[in-house]
């Protein structure tokens, strides 16, 4: 039986105080040192819509690197020479801090200090030189590829405006760029060839007279007078800013432990997701840099937790919640009506998720239990109800379960088939999302007065309970089911989707049988597989080139780092401290070690590669992968969890599950308008708890420690200011002060105490089907590569320019800037023969490469090579072209060109593929604006002389997910992403024939 001891008055130890803990200053995390040569990427935010990104000890030569604002990118590089010199970059010492990067060049004796300026989409760099030299910058802009791409709007002796012409009529957009020094400079000298550099329009190189001090800046602005940095002074003046509104925003969370890797690591953590806190489309929360810098509902609300709550930051979590609000489906007439978007940019807004609307209810409850904002939920309110009656109208079954469609799940990928892993139409997580959004609302509509519809909820809630209970449950191993399939069997798959709906209400648990059947499958010491590795479909590496396209993989096998936030909250609660302390020491090495400094990526290869790493992939700053590791850390390592009653009265419950090694450890939680200073020493003889708050009134609060397989718990009336709890291990006795009045004790035995949970096993020697290719055969790069002799000229044929309006003369191209005229326009198509081989060559007016894909040579342009030699074939262009060959033509072959090659027969059957490596695979040349490749004489007919030809051109869609894709449609009005001039269906998506 556990004992309780009253003595008076003991001592608060003091954050600062804490013995054992570490001395970082608590407003900066630790900067990162790298030595020349380092190819860690680093990145940040303006807190706007812009972000800068670059390569520590290299220079930019990723289309992602440089200045991009409101997805668009500005500004590419300054060049920097000193005395003639150029700053190899790749020779620099680096330190990364949370406000800027810094490149130390000990040759020169020159630092460079590089950094954005909060909301003003600018970024500064100062130079200093220990003696004085001379300077000679060359900046490098975007929006185009030639120096006609710009239009001059200013020429002054320190500073130079130009007009981006491509982003003069596009929404959203910045067209106006300025770059300026805090020194005059001359204008000439030759550019030689510059380092790096993928992509970029050179304007000119300058020349500094002599100084030991020069301040270079760009900035980009919707018109030529919202231009705000005058002067240096100016510039200097916004960067103090910045750095204090960092230090000030990380003073609000510092942690000291035992451990000052974790210290630090926490401390980044913090940094690098506020930064991802962005004022776009009001406040929101970037899901990830560089190219999901939009705000997406599902990840913006898994990730909030972490990213406002337990900072404290409850100002910005109430405008986030009220901004998505607005953004609402208000339309009863839509299919999608309640729910908030699926992504929110400022060029659109689609709702196509079924669970973003549930997340974003579950944390307005989540807000109201950390401030007891009872005003702001009833003000929600209409929300929530808006919400609910949609999802009835239009997705709610017979049972009251909640349908969707195969994509609109987490798991969402899509390919030109669809998506990539269909897990229509009820979803395992869904459901329990679904039934805590049914309570929340239940609960706040009693709250509003609304009785009759918390009674109605409630019959639902209660009509879906019964079904989950009944057909999600497998009666074989007691594991919840994945998904039900539209004629409601259920999917068998093994995934980790049953688990990553933390709970959040107190009737709710995780789902111990789901854990102790699917963890030995699914997690591993690198995080959680997306798909167990004896699934057919699995994937085991995000990027195989040559087998399948990134986005096959993307939930079929590889991991996720938000996914193990879930993973370990259950792994804790189910005593399995191993498993728990495994997974987030492997992401504390991340943020350390790994990937770009001081954050977290998207996610990892399930296997490791030849060399035994692991490698890291998607965006290198992911949102809820930070979200979930902090509130993880708060919530459940250290386990501090504000609640709020019936009667919405507030209480704390310290509930902490302390990771191996981890003896000492001093916070800051933050709850119902007061701060509470946490301190937990762990030693052999007793666990110690010291708390300090702000007011004074009566809370009720909870200490559970787990000791020795026993749960050890004291509940009590808190009434002062400062508190220390003391649990003696050997005595089983608590110790507390007079101010703690009113205790409750308990000590039970741990549920869990003697089931040991094993984690997944990586077996390499697996045969796994997706390497071993698709049913057809694949090309090799030596076979597709053209070059040596050609043979011998089977078709030579031309077709005019500027003829890529489709079948009425009035297509238009999308209005991405990316989208340049004539890259849809051919002009000539050339055959030769010989024993081995077709080469073939297509020239088209333009052709572009955004870099997004380097391995292709080129992007966006998409063409159809249609061969007839017999009269039955094909008669339709398929890949979504819309439209029929002439009449008197039809396809014995099939030839589709973008990003890779297929080759279909008669009957549409693959016969062959290609699927380029890397760039030395490419076949587009965008300098020569042609497409060249081989393919091999056996997949086409023996007599090719009296064979007619001709080619279907469009633009490309990938879909996101690179590969060969499709035809991109083209709409009545053009949008950035679509073109427009279609008439009816008929019209198709083609641009241009030619037709010899």
């Known amino acids: 039986m556990t004992k309780i001891a009253r003595v008076p008055g003991l001592f608060f130890l003091g954050l600062l105080m804490f013995t054992g803990c570490g001395t970082r200053d608590p407003e900066s995390p630790a900067p990162f040192t790298l030595p020349p040569g380092s190819e860690r990427e680093v990145v940040y935010t303006d807190k706007g819509d812009a972000f800068w990104m670059t390569r520590t000890g290299g220079f930019q030569d990723s289309p992602w690197h440089g200045l991009r604002a409101a997805k668009r990118p500005y500004f590419r590089d300054f060049i920097i020479y000193a005395n003639g010199n150029l700053l190899d970059r790749e020779k620099a010492e680096v330190t990364v801090t949370a406000d800027r990067l810094i490149r130390y060049y000990p040759h020169q004796k020159i630092t460079t200090s590089w950094s954005l300026l909060d909301t003003s989409r600018a970024l500064a760099v100062m130079i200093e030189a220990q003696r004085p030299a001379e300077f000679q910058i060359v900046p490098i802009l975007e929006g185009g590829n030639a120096l006609s791409d710009l ?13 981006i012409k491509a982003y003069a009529e596009l929404p959203a957009s910045y067209p106006y760029v300025k770059f300026a020094f805090s020194e005059s400079f001359t204008d000439g000298g030759s550019v030689e060839k510059l380092p790096g550099r993928a992509g970029g329009i050179t304007v000119g190189k300058f020349h500094f007279s002599t100084t030991k001090n020069l301040t270079a800046w760009v900035q980009v602005a919707d018109t030529p007078s919202a231009f705000d940095l005058p002067d240096t002074k100016v510039v200097i003046e916004r960067l103090s800013q910045r750095k204090n509104r960092i230090s000030q925003r990380l003073a609000r969370t510092p942690v000291q432990s035992n451990n000052p890797e974790l210290d ?9 997701l506020d930064a991802l806190v962005m004022n776009q489309m009001g406040v929101g929360i970037y899901a990830g840099l560089p190219w999901f810098d939009e705000f997406w509902g599902r990840d913006l609300f898994i990730t909030f937790p972490g990213a406002v709550l337990v900072s404290g930051g409850f100002e910005t979590a109430r405008q986030i919640l009220a901004e998505f609000a607005r953004y609402q489906d208000q339309y009863p007439a839509s299919p999608t009506y309640g729910r908030i978007p699926n992504r929110a940019q400022p060029t659109d807004i689609i709702y196509n998720t079924t669970d973003g609307t549930p997340w974003f209810i579950r944390e307005m409850w989540d807000y109201y239990r950390y401030t007891g904002d009872t005003e702001f939920l009833i003000q929600m309110y209409p929300v929530m109800k808006r919400a609910a009656l949609g999802a009835m109208k239009n997705w709610v079954d017979k049972d009251g379960l909640l349908t969707h469609d195969d994509g609109d799940t987490w798991m969402d990928a899509r390919g030109p088939e669809g998506p990539w892993s269909p897990r229509g139409n009820r979803a395992v997580e869904i459901q329990q999302l679904w039934l805590t959004q049914l309570e929340i609302t239940g609960r706040v509509a009693g709250m509003a007065g609304d009785g009759a519809f918390a009674k109605r909820i409630g019959g639902v809630k209660e009509q879906a309970q019964r079904a989950f209970e009944a057909l999600f449950r497998d009666p074989q191993t007691g594991r919840l089911y994945d998904h039900l399939n539209a ?3 259920p999917d068998l798959q093994i995934r980790p989707n049953a688990l990553l709906a933390p709970p959040l209400l107190q009737e709710q648990a995780f789902d111990w049988q789901t854990f102790q059947e699917t963890a030995p499958k699914l997690v591993t010491p690198a995080g959680i597989l997306s798909l167990a590795q004896t699934d057919p479909n699995f994937h085991p ?22 996914n193990a936030g879930p993973w370990m909250s259950a792994a804790l609660e189910f005593g399995q401290l191993k498993m728990a302390d495994t997974l987030f020491n492997d992401l504390t090495n991340q943020l350390l070690q790994r990937g770009a400094v001081g954050t977290m990526a ?5 296997w490791p590669q030849s060399d035994g790493e692991i490698r890291l992939s998607g965006t290198i700053s992911q949102a809820w992968s930070l979200g979930e590791y902090l509130r993880v850390f708060y919530q459940d390592i250290l386990g501090f969890r504000p609640e709020l009653n019936a009667d919405a009265q507030p209480s704390i419950t310290l509930r902490p599950r302390l990771i191996s090694g981890l003896t000492h450890v001093a916070f800051t939680g933050y709850a119902f ?38 749960i050890h718990q004291i509940s009590g009336e808190w009434k002062s200011r400062e ?23 308990t000590a039970t035995e741990f549920q869990y105490a003697d089931s040991s949970v094993a984690m997944c096993t990586i077996d390499t020697g697996m045969d796994i089907p997706v390497l071993a290719g698709p049913g057809h055969r694949l090309l090799d790069q030596d076979e597709v590569i053209a070059s040596g002799d050609s043979g011998t000229l089977l078709l030579d044929a031309t077709d005019p320019t500027g003829d890529d309006a489709g079948p009425r003369g009035v297509f238009t191209y999308p209005r991405n800037q990316q989208f340049q005229p004539g890259i849809a326009d051919i002009t000539r198509m050339r055959i030769w023969e010989n024993e081995v081989a077709l080469t073939f060559e297509l020239a088209f007016q333009n052709l572009v490469d955004p870099g997004w894909h380097p391995e292709y040579g080129y992007q966006l342009t998409y063409a159809a090579i249609g061969l007839d030699v017999r009269p039955s074939g094909l008669r339709q262009v398929g890949k979504n072209a819309g439209s029929a060959f002439p009449e008197a033509f039809t396809a014995n072959r099939l030839l589709y060109v973008s990003g890779g090659i297929q080759i279909v027969d008669e009957s549409g059957y693959i016969l062959a593929e290609y699927i380029p490596w890397d760039e030395s695979g490419a076949i587009g040349n965008v300098g020569e604006k042609t497409v060249r490749f081989c393919i091999p004489r056996e997949l086409f007919p023996a007599e090719l002389t009296e064979a007619k030809w001709l080619v279907a051109v469009g633009l490309q869609d990938d879909h996101g997910g690179a590969g060969l894709g499709d035809f991109r449609a083209v709409e009545a009005l053009a949008t950035e992403w679509t073109g427009g001039g279609k008439k009816d269906g008929t019209d198709g998506n083609v641009y241009d024939w030619l037709m010899p």
């Open 264 to 272: 630090q690591a926490i401390a980044w953590a913090h940094a690098s």
């Open 723 to 745: 508190l220390v709890v003391r649990f003696e291990k050997a005595m089983r006795q608590w110790t507390v002060p007079e101010s703690f009045t009113d205790q409750a004790i």
């Open 602 to 606: 998207e996610v990892s290869d399930a």
């Open 151 to 163: 239009r001059p709007i200013i020429s002054a002796p320190s500073a130079r405006m130009y007009e």
């Open 487 to 489: 004629d409601g069997t």
């Open 673 to 710: 308008h007061d701060s509470f200073t946490v301190e937990y020493t762990n030693g052999d003889d007793a666990f110690i708890v010291s708390v300090q708050r702000q007011n004074d009134t009566a809370i009720p609060l909870t200490m559970n420690a787990l000791i020795n397989d026993m």
């Open 541 to 562: 590496f995000h990027q195989a080139p040559g087998l399948y396209v990134k986005d096959a993989a993307y939930h079929n096998g590889i991991i996720w780092m938000w």
